[in-house]
């Protein structure tokens, strides 16, 4: 049971975090000179004949409490507004953008933590060791690098040095594939440079944490008494060691998760990819505000979700909260 109230306990945290990010996200354009009130008035890309028909729609022509009800209403009848760029609603631009952030970040995150975790430990394993101060001097340097930088030196270098990967889009414009191996086959080829990208600048700072928190790991009585027992390198290493060091990792990954979101943003941006990152980036430059507002709350729901899975985790992996200690 303690697992389970742990995981309540959280989920209601979590519901009142989206409460205060979701207000704080109605409050703060209004508080700007140009509301978006405004914004719908002045907005050429909007039709003079349904500019009062949205301004009506969204309360926006009413006292501000009215608005705060209206635009609850309709965040949780899944009406985010209607986008002045795109000319259609908010959520099916985000919808239609979703998948392909989903199969960037999906890719790029199972990828930078899974290499993470290993070269973690086998830094932790040789600590002090040529190997575990080359990869040190090798992680804080490649996690001092900004996203946008590491893409545009990767195109430089893999699209016009060496011509080897495609400089924009998920997949090729104007091509009919044969087979859906082809088709598979282009958007990997269109995923390496933007996923690469990811990868880098990431790797290097969970094998730098995991490799700290295992060498306090690794120094425990547990792991003398296994190493005394005969076990061998690897079940000490990864079945004793790694289980405990993940731990903190987890809530590391959890609270990063945010920092993530927004470098795939400037991937994104950099490579021309259809994601919901780079939608954000047009979506400022052109002052659409209602798909501003819908990625502001995507972007919390994904982070707050991140966490509570993290924290779902760290009560299953961690007994002491099974057993409600």
Known sequence: MGAVSFILKKAAVMLASFYVISTVIFLL??????????????????????RQDLIASFGLNKPLIDQYLSYYTNLFGGNLGYSFLYREPVFTVLLTRLPWTILLLGMSTAIFIALGIVIGVLQASRYGSKFDVAALVVSLTASSFPFFWVGIIFIYLFAFVFPLFP?????????????????????????VLPAITIVIVNISRYSFYLRNIMVGVLSEDY???????????????????????????????????????????????????????????QAILNADYPLMNGEFILLSIVILAANFTADALYSVLDPRIRKGS
């Open 223 to 281: 792991i003398v008494t296994a190493r005394a027992k005969g076990l061998t390198q690897n079940k000490v290493l990864f079945k004793h060691g790694l289980r405990n060091a993940l731990l903190p990792t987890m809530t590391m990954m959890a609270m990063d998760f945010g920092f993530i979101i927004a470098g795939a943003i400037f991937v994104e941006t950099v490579f021309s990819y259809p994601g919901v990152g780079s939608l954000a980036y």
């Open 167 to 191: 400089t924009f889009g998920a997949m090729t414009p104007g091509v009919t594939f044969a087979s859906p191996i082809d088709t598979i086959a282009d958007i990997g080829w269109h995923l």
């Open 29 to 50: 354009p209004r508080l700007t000179p140009i509301d978006p009130k405004t914004l719908l008035a002045d907005n050429p890309r909007i039709p003079p004949n349904i």
